[in-house]
């Protein structure tokens, strides 16, 4: 007559145990990464500050030089030009009274490039300024000469 054994087996409990330890780990893992991914935030930020202008802030710890333009894409005109080099940088842009049309707003840190692109819009209330895409351009990795 067979009877069964209350006791698990040896291998059970160690691939168990084994698969408990490895759950365990990965959930371990990714709580211990969330605050990384939360510290990623851009240097860079563009915002609406009211409905005809916008707010771009700039985080550069790095301390590199950079530069700020705002071209109309219509005339090519640049209509604002500064540089900074300081630990942060912080500017209000007002379309308010400029014609209807595409502006780029430029901005360079270091050898890192963005463009904004934003449309003015003419309407009863006055002009209207929105942010359409955001293009960024990476510096080129160096590469060695050849010997």
Not at 19 to 48: C, F, K, M, T, Y
Not at 100 to 119: E, K, P, S, W
Request: aromatic share 6%.
């Amino acid at each position: 007559m067979k009877t069964l054994s209350a006791a698990p087996r040896p291998a059970f409990v160690a691939r168990l145990s084994s698969r408990a330890l490895l759950l365990l780990g990965l959930s371990l893992g990714l709580a211990a990464a969330r605050p990384a991914w939360a510290q990623q935030a851009s240097p860079i930020r563009v915002e609406a500050a009211d409905a005809e202008s916008i707010r771009l802030r700039v985080d550069n710890s790095a301390l590199l030089p950079g530069r700020v333009q705002v071209q109309s894409l219509t005339t090519g005109q640049v209509l604002f030009d500064e540089a900074y080099s300081g630990p942060a940088y912080g500017k209000r842009f007002n379309f308010r009274g400029l014609p209807a049309g595409r502006y780029a707003l430029l901005l360079r840190t270091g050898a890192t490039q963005h463009r904004y692109l934003l449309q003015v819009q003419s309407g009863p209330t006055g002009e209207a300024v929105a942010v359409r895409t955001i293009k960024t351009r990476l510096p080129k990795p160096q590469t060695l000469a050849r010997l």
